[in-house]
C-alpha cells in the first residue's frame, strides 16, 4: 500500500502577465471559482480562467484605466468602471457590450449586481452611489451621504438593501424599496476597505484600514464584536458559505474569525502579498493578487483550515443550495428572505430578441462599434461561454478541486499556524541535504528572476529592497562547522547594525529638535528648523503633519516648502513623493488662485510695506511653481496611482502655462 503523501495547506496556483501595462483591479466569480476578470491601465479587460495561462476574451471601449470590476451571480455579465467615470457592461455569452453608462463625475471605485435582478450599484470618488437599470440603460436612484470615495458595495442575499463602505470611515445601509438610509456604523478609525453580508443571517462584517474587523447586527444596528488583533489594514473578507465563520485576507495571510464571541480560529500563512479577492470552491478558498502587470492565484485547502470551536468541518457542497439552519439558541438572527426562484423563470435579465440587447440610442449604437470583445482563445470561450449542453456551464459547478502539491520537506513547519502558537520560521539545516525542488506550475511570464533595486521604492514593503537573506548567511562548508553557524550568521546580520541605530538616533534627535520649536514658536519656524537640519525624512514627517490640517498653512509657509516639494517629487522613496504631491495639491487648492490674482493686479500707489511683501512671496511661489509644472508635465504620462495623481496636479497647474 502506498504511503499518504504530505500535501500544503497553501501554496501558489498560477502566475499570468495579464496586461501590457500595470493591472489596477481584478475580480473572482463567486459561483464558480474559476472565472477571473483583471483591468488594467491599457484600459482592457480580459479575462481568464484561474488555472490557464491564456487570455480567454478582451475587453475594450474605455479610454482610461480600469479601476472597478465585478461579474454577475451567473457569470455572464461583467461590468468594469474606469477612471473617467464611465461604466460599460459586457454580456459574455454574446461577446458585446450591453450598456455603457454615463452620469460619474470622478474614479469608479465600487461595482456590485443585484443578486436577482437587472440592477447595477455603482460607488464613486464623487462621493455618490447610482442603481443603474442595465435594461433601459438609466440612473433609477442617487444615494448621497458618504464625504468621501465609496470603496466598496454590497447588495443583501435577499436584494433589499445595499451596504456601503468609504473613505470617511463610515458603513452605510440603504433600504432600497424605501429609497433611503437605514442606519450608520461609525465606529470605524479609518477608511473601510470592505463590506460583506452573511450569506443567512441578519450579519454584516466590514473590514478597515483601521485593522479591526467588525461584525454588525442588522437588527438591533449595533457592533456585535470588534477583532482588533491585526498589524495590516483588512484588504478582503469572505463568509464561509454555510456562514459558519469569516475569512480575512491580510497581507501575505488568511485568518479564520468567528464573532460570538469574537475569536480567531486559524491562521494560515499565503505568500499572495496583498491580496484584492477570495472565492470558495470545492472546500478550497482561492485568493488573487496583482503587482505590477503580474496576477497571482492562490489556494487554500480549507479542509486543514480550523473553522469553528467545535464542530469538525468536512466538504462543503457549495454548489447545492444551502439551507438555513435551525435556531438552536438566543444568539442566532433573523434569516434572509429569498425570493423563489426557478429554472423555468430565471431572475437574470432575459433578452426576447437581438434588438433588445441593443441600446435604442445612437450614443449606445457608437459604443457598440468601439467596444469590442476580442476572443483570444477560441476553444476555451466555446467551452465556457458556449456549451453545447446549455444546462451545464464552464466553469462547470462541479469542477474538481485543485490538486495540493507535496510539501517541500517532510519535517518543514506547518504553513497552518494556529493562534496560539508563534509563526515557526524555517531554517537552514546544514546536516541535511535539500531535496530536489518540487515541480511548480507553470508562470506564463516573461519577467526575469533576477533581483533588481526599482527606480521606485514602495511605501509598503515585505522585504529590504535589493537585499537577499541569504547575502548575509554564511555557506555551510562541513558538518563540523555546524556549531558556529549560528554565531556566524548572527554576527553577518549585526555588522550595520550600529550604523543603523546611529541614523535612527540622529533622526530622533532632529525631531526632537523640531518639536521643542514648534511648541515654542510657531509652524514657519519648526519647518524653517526642519530644511536647516537638511535631512529629508524630518521634513516629510513634518509635512504629513501639516498637511492634515489646512488652516496652519500661509503664504509665507508655502515659500519655505515649495522647494522641498519639488525634491519629494523627484525622490524615489514612493512614500516622499506621495507626501510632495499632498502637499502641492493643498497649495494649489488654497494659494494658486490668490498668487495669480495678486501679480496680475497693477501696482499700487505710495509705499505699502505689507503689500511689497506678499508681492515678494508670490513672486517666489510662482517662480518655484513654474519649475515644479515641468517635473509634474514629465510625470503626468505615467500609468498606475501616480500618473492619475500627476495627471490631476497637472490640470491645477494649467494656469501656468
Known amino acids: 500500500m502506498a504511503e499518504a503523501v504530505a500535501t500544503k495547506t497553501a501554496w501558489k496556483l498560477h502566475e499570468i502577465t495579464a496586461h501590457s ?47 472597478s470590476l465585478q461579474v454577475n451571480t451567473n457569470e455572464k455579465l461583467i461590468v468594469a468602471g ?42 464613486s470618488l464623487d462621493t455618490n452611489i447610482k442603481l443603474w437599470d442595465v435594461r433601459k440603460k438609466s440612473c433609477v436612484f442617487r444615494y448621497k451621504g458618504h464625504t468621501e470615495a465609496v ?48 450569506p443567512n443571517e441578519y450579519l454584516l462584517a466590514s473590514g478597515s484600514s483601521d485593522r479591526t474587523v467588525r461584525f454588525w447586527d442588522l437588527e438591533k444596528f449595533q457592533v456585535v464584536s470588534c477583532i482588533e488583533e491585526e498589524a495590516t489594514p483588512v484588504r478582503c473578507v469572505l463568509f464561509n458559505p454555510d456562514g459558519c465563520c469569516l475569512y480575512s485576507g491580510f497581507q501575505d495571510s488568511l485568518r479564520v474569525y468567528g464573532w460570538e464571541p469574537e475569536r480567531c480560529f486559524d491562521v494560515v500563512l499565503v505568500n499572495w502579498g496583498k491580496v484584492a479577492d477570495l472565492s470558495v470552491r470545492n472546500n478550497q478558498l ?4 496583482f503587482a505590477q502587470s ?70 449606445d449604437d457608437r459604443d457598440e462599434k468601439e467596444s469590442k470583445a476580442e476572443i483570444q482563445n477560441p476553444e476555451d470561450y466555446n467551452e465556457i461561454f458556449q456549451p453545447k449542453n446549455a444546462i451545464c456551464r464552464t466553469p462547470p459547478r462541479n469542477s474538481e478541486p485543485f490538486p ?109 529638535t523640531v518639536q521643542a520649536v514648534w511648541s515654542s514658536s510657531d509652524v514657519k519656524n519648526s519647518v524653517d528648523s526642519a530644511v536647516a537640519i537638511n535631512d529629508l525624512s524630518v521634513v516629510v514627517d513634518l509635512l504629513n503633519i501639516v498637511n492634515q490640517k489646512p488652516s496652519l498653512w500661509k503664504l509665507d509657509l508655502c515659500a519655505i516648502v515649495l ?23 493643498l497649495i494649489l487648492q488654497r494659494f494658486l488662485p490668490l498668487i495669480t490674482d495678486i501679480l496680475a493686479a497693477p501696482p ?44 490631476e496636479l497637472h490640470l491645477l497647474m494649467a494656469v501656468l502655462e
Open 151 to 198: 470603496r466598496c458595495l454590497r447588495f443583501s442575499p435577499d436584494g433589499k438593501w445595499l451596504a456601503s463602505a468609504a473613505d470617511d470611515h463610515t458603513v452605510k445601509l440603504w433600504d432600497l424599496v424605501a429609497g433611503k438610509l437605514v442606519f450608520e456604523f461609525t465606529e470605524h478609525t479609518g477608511p473601510v476597505n470592505v463590506v460583506e453580508f452573511h
Open 404 to 512: 495540493a502539491p507535496p510539501e517541500d520537506e517532510p519535517i518543514a513547519a506547518k504553513e497552518a499556524v494556529k493562534p496560539t502558537r508563534a509563526p515557526d520560521v524555517q531554517m537552514l539545516l546544514p546536516k541535511q541535504e535539500l531535496p530536489n525542488p518540487v515541480q511548480r506550475p507553470p508562470i506564463a511570464s516573461s519577467a526575469p528572476l533576477t533581483r533588481a533595486e526599482p527606480l521606485v521604492i514602495p511605501a509598503a514593503r515585505n522585504e529590504p529592497i535589493g537585499l537577499k537573506a541569504s547575502d548575509f548567511l554564511p555557506a555551510v562548508k562541513s558538518q563540523s562547522q555546524t556549531e558556529l553557524v549560528d554565531e556566524e550568521a548572527i554576527s553577518q546580520i549585526r555588522k550595520g547594525h550600529e550604523t543603523m541605530c546611529v541614523v535612527l538616533t540622529s533622526r530622533r534627535k532632529n525631531l526632537d
Open 563 to 585: 522647494p522641498q516639494v519639488e525634491k519629494l517629487l523627484q525622490s524615489k522613496y514612493e512614500s516622499y513623493v506621495q507626501t510632495g504631491c499632498t502637499s502641492l495639491k
Open 21 to 67: 501595462s500595470n493591472v489596477s483591479s481584478l475580480v473572482l466569480g463567486k459561483t464558480s471559482g474559476r472565472l477571473l476578470a483583471t483591468g488594467g491601465d491599457d484600459c482592457r479587460v480580459n479575462i481568464w480562467s484561474v488555472n490557464k495561462p491564456n487570455c480567454i476574451m478582451s475587453l475594450t471601449g474605455h479610454t482610461s484605466p480600469i479601476e
Open 294 to 363: 503580474t496576477v497571482s492565484s492562490f489556494v487554500v485547502d480549507l479542509s486543514r483550515v480550523t473553522k469553528s470551536d467545535s464542530i469538525p468541518h468536512g466538504l462543503i457542497r457549495d454548489d447545492e443550495p444551502l439551507v438555513p439552519p435551525t435556531p438552536t439558541g438566543s444568539s442566532l438572527r433573523r434569516i434572509y428572505d429569498r425570493p423563489s426562484t426557478s429554472c423555468s423563470k430565471p431572475q437574470r435579465v432575459k433578452h426576447n430578441s437581438e434588438s433588445e440587447r441593443r441600446s435604442p440610442s445612437s450614443e
Open 604 to 647: 499700487s500707489v505710495g509705499v505699502d510695506i505689507t503689500r511689497e511683501e506678499r508681492l515678494h512671496k508670490c513672486k517666489l511661489c510662482y517662480k518655484q511653481l513654474k519649475n515644479i509644472n515641468s517635473i509634474i508635465k514629465n510625470k503626468s504620462g505615467l500609468s498606475g496611482r501616480h500618473g492619475s495623481t500627476f495627471r
Open 286 to 289: 482561492i485568493g488573487v493578487s
Open 82 to 123: 474606469s477612471q473617467s467615470g464611465s461604466i460599460r457592461v459586457w454580456d459574455l455569452e454574446a461577446a458585446k457590450i450591453l450598456r455603457s453608462l454615463l452620469g460619474h463625475k470622478a474614479n469608479i471605485c465600487s461595482l456590485d449586481f443585484h443578486p436577482y435582478g437587472s440592477i447595477v450599484a455603482s460607488g
